[in-house]
């Protein structure tokens, strides 16, 4: 009975103790808290990048599974005009069967040499069904200044900084000079209907998007295109999707290229590494952390010890004053850690809102990444590092626990 007595306080004992020594409490629940917020607010902020990436990457050049004519992705760099799909209406309805399959749109990538004003530079036409782009290139949303192109008109969509360097607005007329695809040279005079903000550098530079019509004119390509990009249900199952694609599709629709977006090129791959150096830098952190608690729990229990000893001498067990100092440590870690999580996840969502602009770097960066990140804050994530805070905590004292309770009382009573 007495056995079961002297555990029934030990909780609201470490909770009061906890209380008492409010300067040392706080100081040791200021460091978790810090400790916290930061891994809530760098995990949200680093998740919030890569979704940005992956969802610009795969809406602007990958889809999640993307097909092209055989031998494209080998001169891929030229951006082949030969290399294309012919009639890509039956292709369209094959591929739109699959029940995976969220959405096909077909596409056309060219490099181009457009006349402007005062100069000429190479760019790059992307011919775009506009209305079935809305969710996915987003067109109407890159508008700047000015308007979308008509669909059945020779009009255009540039670039913000294409047209600054072309010297034209909107309103005036370029000349697109390109290879068609019979490999011979094809011309189209468009009028500048609108200027295009994208956000992503290297497209604001040298994006000229076209209706599909228009850039069909300009290849000679009447009812093709060079890619078909999918969009699957599940993102995850891309692989699985570009699978069963080529397998069903076969030959039965001319030789194809059938490659998932981790197919494409090294970015998927990438944000697979960044999710491993993200829990690594949270090691990291945590461990800087834990050094801390570690040391300041160190100072607290040896400037109590004769406190301890008193307890020890009027009968409490070793094993009852260690977890009496680990339950302490829990407490002041368990407040700390909240502190922590609730000012973390006030700036993760506000910033989600409000997003942290990176115009000027993103200006010097050759990736499909927006000037606006928002973080992608989740209350999953956040708990946990709450939780994680509190028994990293727990864990850290036990050193310094142990270490005063094999002090003989006596001993720790005479010093």
Same mark, same amino acid.
């Given at each position: ?115 402007? #004003? #005062? ?21 109407? /949303? ?6 979308? +192109? ?60 076209? +209706? ?52 494409? /090129? ?5 944000? =697979? ?62 407040? /700390? ?38 973080? =992608?804050?989740?209350? /999953? +994530? #956040? ?33």
């Amino acid at each position: 009975m007495s056995r079961a007595r002297s555990r029934i306080p030990l909780v609201r004992l470490a909770a009061r103790n906890a209380l008492r020594h409010t300067r040392r409490s706080a100081l040791t629940a200021a460091a978790i808290a810090v400790a916290v917020m930061a891994l809530v607010f760098f995990q949200s902020y680093i998740r919030g990048v890569v979704d940005d990436l992956l969802d610009t990457y795969a809406r602007t050049e990958s889809g999640h599974v993307r097909i092209r004519r055989e031998g494209y992705a080998a001169r891929e760099h030229f951006l082949p005009a030969h290399l294309n799909l012919r009639d890509v209406t039956e292709l369209v309805s094959e591929v739109a069967r699959d029940p995976e399959v969220r959405d096909v749109v077909p596409r056309i990538r060219a490099f181009v040499l457009v006349d402007g #004003a #005062a100069s000429n530079r190479p760019g790059l036409v992307l011919g775009v069904d506009l209305a079935r782009e809305a969710g996915y290139l987003r067109p109407a /949303g890159m508008v700047a200044a000015g308007r979308l +192109p008509a669909p059945d008109r020779a009009e255009a969509l540039v670039g913000e900084r294409f047209a600054e360097k072309l010297m034209v607005g909107v309103g005036d007329s370029l000349t697109l000079l390109s290879q068609t695809a019979y490999r011979s040279l094809g011309g189209l005079r468009v009028e500048v209907a609108g200027i295009a903000r994208t956000g992503v550098s290297y497209l604001d530079a040298s994006l000229v998007v076209l +209706p599909l019509g228009q850039a069909q004119v300009l290849l000679d390509l009447e009812g093709g295109a060079t890619e078909l990009v999918v969009f699957a249900r599940e993102p995850e199952g891309a692989d699985s999707l570009a699978a069963a694609l080529g397998a069903r599709l076969g030959s039965r629709m001319g030789p194809l290229e059938i490659r998932s977006w981790r197919e494409q /090129g090294p970015l998927v791959h990438l944000t =697979d590494l960044i999710g491993v150096m993200i829990g690594a830098v949270m090691l990291l952190l945590f461990g800087m952390a834990s050094l801390v608690i570690v040391n300041t729990m160190l100072m607290t229990v040896l400037e109590r010890k004769r406190e301890y000893a008193t307890q020890a001498a009027l009968g409490m067990r070793r094993g009852d004053l260690v977890r009496q100092v680990v339950m302490e440590a829990a407490v002041i870690g368990l407040a /700390g850690a909240l502190a922590g999580a609730v000012a973390g996840s006030a700036v993760a969502l506000w910033l989600e809102r409000v997003g942290l602009d990176f115009t000027s770097a993103s200006r010097t960066l050759e990736l499909p990444f927006e000037s606006i990140v928002h973080p =992608d804050w989740r209350l /999953g +994530p #956040a708990l946990g590092m709450a939780l994680a805070g509190m028994v990293v905590a727990g864990i850290a004292a036990v050193v310094p626990a142990w270490r005063v309770a094999r002090q003989p009382p006596a001993e720790a009573l005479r010093g």
